[in-house]
C-alpha cells in the first residue's frame, strides 16, 4: 500500500525559507509524477507544485513561481518543496500526492505538514 509521509513545516518569520520532505513508500517511485498542494485557512486546496516521474518537468503556480522550487531524488523515494520568500499568505497546510503514471488524477496524499509564516 503506498504511503507519503511529509516533514518540513513549522513556523517562520516572512522573508524566510523552509523545506519540505516527502517520502514514498510501499511502491516504486519513479512511477509516480508529485505533486506539492497547500489549503489555507478558510480557503480551497490549490495546487503548488508539480513534478514529472522523471524530474525533467515541473509546473508551478503562478504566486510561487521564482520563490518555490520542487525537486525529487528517486533513489531517496522523496519529493521535496524548497521554499524561499516566504509570506504569510504562504501559511497553509502542505500535502503531498502521488499521481501514478503521470496521468494527472493524484489518488495518494500524505498527512499534510503545517506552515505558518509570520508578519
Known amino acids: 500500500q503506498v504511503q507519503l509521509v511529509e516533514s518540513g513545516g513549522g513556523l517562520v518569520q516572512a522573508g524566510g525559507s523552509l523545506r519540505l520532505s516527502c517520502t514514498l513508500s510501499g511502491h516504486t517511485f519513479n512511477r509516480y509524477a508529485m505533486g506539492w498542494f497547500r489549503q489555507p485557512p478558510g480557503k480551497e486546496r490549490e495546487r503548488v507544485a508539480t513534478?514529472?516521474?522523471?524530474?525533467?518537468?515541473?509546473d508551478y503556480k503562478d504566486s510561487v513561481k521564482g520563490r518555490f522550487t520542487i525537486s525529487r531524488d528517486n533513489a531517496k523515494n522523496t519529493v521535496y518543496l524548497q521554499m524561499n520568500s516566504l509570506t504569510p499568505e504562504d501559511t497553509a497546510v502542505y500535502y503531498c500526492?502521488?499521481?501514478?503514471?503521470?496521468?494527472?488524477?493524484?489518488?495518494?496524499w500524505g498527512q499534510g505538514t503545517q506552515v505558518t509564516v509570520s508578519s
Open positions: 513534478i514529472s516521474r522523471g524530474g525533467g518537468s515541473t
Open positions: 500526492a502521488a499521481d501514478y503514471l503521470g496521468t494527472n488524477t493524484y489518488n495518494y
